[in-house]
């Protein structure tokens, strides 16, 4: 459920009243997602999402998240571009929340994922790595290394036997990869969507149509961000590898931005770093939010089971 905020329609109205948008015709909440409330509005012009940006969101990350996302939408980049109002600002307050309307995108996320569908992924990564080189503000990743030690410290008290199994079998691990994890300036560094996941990637007729949720996109490795993707795309079932899928995925990036010999080296502890990622924000929601809340909490051990395999092998 992500529909946290209640919009009235009258509300709404005066709202689009700021935008050259056309006029209210229908709004839905949309069910997906779990950071922030979305909507699909349609008006007599077009079809919109309006999100509301909800308090997990530090307001002040806003700009550079929508700038990207305007950037990469100009640069050819199927994105939701930010929609500015008559005043020419995107970013404006509805029901007490930061709100944005951004352009829809047509399409659906995938149910089956066949490794032609990973190799047009990884296409789209590197074109959107490519894009993002002339996006020269930085945002640095909080959920880098040291932000990992900090909510790993977060997690350790509360939760039940198997919690604590998973809290102790992950400690040393964490240590590994801070330890390995390479120095900045070792790789090529940029802006990265760092969440780009088979919820967030919308196809039509077999095709990659779109690109979604940029509300953790950062600068880091451009490779940290291929890695996300061979945890999110390249297992079946949470828990078997599916080599085929990695290679398409791999062969796609190549084809619009080979990877370096140190890129391809560090890809191991990379996606280490990677499930360790995903592990830990879910390890740490499923000990802060009540097993009866709304929001559903994500499978931490689903990332464990990804760690353990990455840390098996010595080239990906
Ligand atoms: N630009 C868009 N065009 C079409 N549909 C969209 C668009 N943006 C969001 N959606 C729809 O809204 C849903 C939720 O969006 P999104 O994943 O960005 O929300 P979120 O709360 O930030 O989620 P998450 O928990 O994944 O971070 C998506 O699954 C999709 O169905
Ligand atoms: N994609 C993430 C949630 C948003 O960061 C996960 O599956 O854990």
């Not at 530090?58 to 640069?75: C, K, V």
Request: glycine content about 6%; some cysteine; aromatic content about 10%.
């Amino acid at each position: 459920m992500a529909v946290y905020t209640d919009v009235k329609e009258e509300v709404l109205r005066d709202f689009l009243a700021l935008y050259s948008v056309g006029e209210l015709r229908s709004f839905t909440g949309i069910a997906e997602g779990i950071e922030n409330s979305n909507f699909l509005v349609e008006t007599s012009q077009d079809r919109f999402i309006l999100t509301l940006f909800e308090k997990r969101m530090n307001p002040e990350d806003l700009p550079w998240f929508l700038g990207l996302m305007n950037h990469l939408a100009e640069q050819g980049i199927a994105c939701p571009q930010p929609i500015a109002a008559r005043d020419g600002i995107v970013l404006h307050q509805l029901a007490g929340r930061p709100a944005v309307m951004v352009s829809f995108l047509k399409g659906h996320s995938l149910d089956e994922i066949m490794p032609s569908a990973c190799e047009q992924v990884g296409r789209a990564l590197a074109r959107l790595h490519e894009a993002g080189r002339s996006y020269r503000a930085e945002r640095p990743n909080a959920l880098a290394p040291q932000g990992w030690v900090e909510l790993f410290a977060r997690c350790t008290d509360g939760g039940d036997e198997k919690i604590a199994a998973l809290i102790a079998e992950t400690e040393s691990a964490l240590d590994h990869i801070v330890t390995s994890w390479p120095e900045a300036g070792q790789l090529p560094c940029g802006q990265i969507h760092a969440d780009l996941f088979v919820d967030n990637v919308f196809f039509r007729d077999g095709s990659l149509s779109g690109v979604i949720d940029f509300y953790f996109a950062c600068t880091d490795f451009l490779a940290y961000d291929l890695a996300i993707c061979l945890n999110a795309w390249c297992f079946e079932e949470d828990r078997h590898y599916r080599q085929d899928r990695a290679e398409a995925l791999l062969r796609g990036y190549e084809q619009v931005r080979p990877l370096s010999k140190a890129e391809r080296e560090a890809l191991p502890v990379l996606c280490q770093g990677a499930a360790m990622r995903f592990l830990l924000t879910r390890l740490y929601d499923w000990v802060h939010t009540p097993a009866g809340a709304l929001v559903t909490r994500k499978d931490p051990w689903a990332y464990q089971r990804r760690l353990i395999h990455f840390q098996k092998v010595s080239h990906v």
